[in-house]
Structure formats: structure tokens, C-alpha cells
């Protein structure tokens, strides 16, 4: 269970569990900071990429939330502020609680903060790091991905699905594998939703439309849409059903 806190300060609101990270300030937001005392290495990922950082907490993510596509190019990295509870990392941050809480396989949230600039605002998020993984993505480029490793991912994704849990961006760079199992990371704009097919549906084809952006028919041939994605399929309408 989290014991979340709130600090506010001159360096922005900050969120964080208590339970573990005793106390979190504005400097571990800064990967200058963590340069600066030999505890930072980084990573690509995301839009701006990832700080993977060496903390008092353990090992942990640092993510800066930023806008793609065109509308990047005006606002970069800043969002409209509408409300503490309602800034992104704050938002992402509880839903990931929570997703915790009821033993769904996602990074522990750690701290969040929100800056607030006048009426818009900048974000940060700061999760456990989840060791000797690699992306779905990673797995299809290093031809580690198959109908069993299919099937491993459409049992995980049933669960979160079961739970009501959407993730707004299911593609194949936000699913991680290591030996213990199978992750959803980048919660971004997810939430808890009244089941329904629909967007069960459109989620699962959205990870379908990743997956083939990403060469898997170039690489399987016929065997991916005979065996890998029907896979994938079948192990989660099983775990969908319970």
C-alpha cells in the first residue's frame, strides 16, 4: 500500500509514497542533479527520453512529460492547468496505485510533481525501475518474439482489461518483458473504465497496428496472422472470461 504525501514548494507540488521514499524534493526531478552525484544513466524512450536513475528509493525511472506531434512545436512540454488533482503526472501517478494496489503487473509509482506556470504547467514522473527488461518491440527487432511470448501478452493485457483498465497508448514500445512476467508501462492519459467491448477492442488493435508498423509480418510472414496475433487472442479471451 502507498503512503502518499504532498509537498509544496518554490520547486512545485510534489506527490510521493512515503513508504518508499521518505522524502522527496524538487532535486530528484533534476537528472542534472543526479549527474552531478554519479547516479544517473539514460535510456531512449518516450518523446523526450527517459533518466534512469541511482536513488535512495532503488532504482527508479524519471520520465518529463512532453507533447508530440505538431502541436509540440507550440507548446513543447507545457499543459493546461485545470486543477492539481487533474495535471497528468498527478493523475497517472494514482491510477498506477491503484493498478498496484489490486496486483496488476505495472512499475510502482514513486513521486510525481506538477509545476505550475500561470495558467499552464509542466510534469514529471518518477516509477521503480524494472530490472533486466526489454520492450516488445525490442524482443520482434531481436526475433525473440513467437505465438508463446504472444500469448504470455494477451493474458496480461486481459487482466488489466478485466480490471477496466485503458491504457490510452497500447503499443508495443509500452510493453515490457523479463524473466518474472509481463508489464504495462506509460499510463499517460489512462484510466479506469466501465467494461465494454468496444474499447477492449480498439485497444487490442492498436497494439496489432503497432506490431505491424514495427515489421512483425516482414518478419514472420504468413506466421504472424496465423499464429502469433491468433495467439495472442486466445490466451486473452481465456483470461478475459476469468
Do not use: C
Amino acid at each position: 500500500m502507498t503512503e502518499q504525501r504532498v509537498e509544496e514548494g518554490a520547486g512545485g507540488t510534489i506527490l510521493f509514497d512515503a513508504a518508499r521514499a521518505p522524502q522527496v524534493d524538487a532535486d530528484w526531478f533534476s537528472p542534472h542533479r543526479w549527474r552531478e552525484r554519479g547516479a544517473l544513466r539514460s535510456q531512449p524512450g518516450g518523446r523526450g527520453g527517459v533518466a534512469i536513475i541511482e536513488s535512495p528509493a532503488g532504482e527508479v525511472v524519471l520520465r518529463h512529460y512532453r507533447r508530440g506531434g505538431m502541436v509540440a512545436r507550440l507548446l513543447g512540454d507545457r499543459y493546461l492547468f485545470t486543477g492539481g488533482r487533474r495535471t497528468r503526472s498527478t493523475r497517472e501517478f494514482h491510477l498506477l496505485a491503484e493498478l498496484e494496489r489490486r496486483g496488476l503487473p505495472v512499475p510502482a509509482p514513486i513521486a510525481s510533481r506538477y509545476v505550475r506556470q500561470g495558467l499552464r504547467y509542466t510534469a514529471d514522473l518518477i516509477t521503480a525501475f524494472i530490472p533486466d527488461a526489454a520492450t516488445l518491440a525490442e524482443r520482434l527487432a531481436d526475433g525473440a518474439f513467437n505465438a508463446t511470448l504472444a500469448g504470455r501478452v494477451g493474458a496480461t493485457i486481459a487482466r488489466f482489461h478485466r480490471a477496466g483498465a485503458w491504457h490510452a497508448d497500447l503499443n508495443a514500445h509500452n510493453i515490457l518483458v523479463n524473466g518474472d512476467g509481463i508489464y504495462l508501462i506509460d499510463f499517460d492519459r489512462g484510466r479506469l473504465r466501465r467494461p465494454s467491448a468496444g474499447w477492449r477492442r480498439a485497444n487490442l488493435a492498436r497494439l496489432k497496428r503497432s506490431l505491424v508498423k514495427l515489421g512483425a509480418r516482414d518478419a514472420a510472414g504468413d506466421t504472424f496472422d496465423a499464429e502469433w496475433w491468433p495467439a495472442l487472442v486466445e490466451h486473452y479471451e481465456r483470461n478475459l472470461r476469468g
